[in-house]
């Protein structure tokens, strides 16, 4: 084997050395299990009143992360969350 052959494996493995490494010398960070808070809104079941409902949040800072309704009553849960920062 040459001396070109050989600088060129000798980087690869380097370089692979490096890849395999990157983790465990610079690991990705972690965000907290409580990175959110929550707010639960319960609202009747019309359009005007739902979107005033959203509107309202959004200026707040608050994003819908989800709807449901019981299928009971005329009533749909709203679920907002918020960055807790």
Same mark, same amino acid.
């Given at each position: 084997? $040459? ?5 060129? %494996?000798?980087?690869?493995? %380097? ?8 983790? &465990? &010398? ?5 965000? /907290?299990? $409580?990175?959110?808070? *929550?707010?639960?809104? =319960? =609202? $009747?079941?019309?359009? !005007? =009143?739902?979107? /005033?409902?959203?509107?309202?949040? #959004?200026? !707040? ?6 709807? *449901?309704?019981?299928? +009971?009553? #005329? =009533? &749909?849960?709203? &679920?907002?969350? +918020?960055? #807790?920062?």
């Amino acid at each position: 084997m $040459n001396r070109f052959s050989k600088i060129c %494996l000798l980087f690869i493995a %380097l370089s692979l050395g490096i890849i395999a490494l990157r983790p &465990v &010398v610079w690991p990705q960070p972690a965000r /907290a299990a $409580n990175h959110f808070k *929550y707010l639960l809104v =319960t =609202t $009747n079941w019309q359009a !005007e =009143t739902i979107q /005033a409902e959203l509107d309202k949040r #959004a200026s !707040e800072g608050w994003e819908l992360a989800s709807s *449901y309704s019981s299928g +009971q009553g #005329a =009533t &749909v849960d709203l &679920v907002f969350r +918020q960055d #807790a920062r």
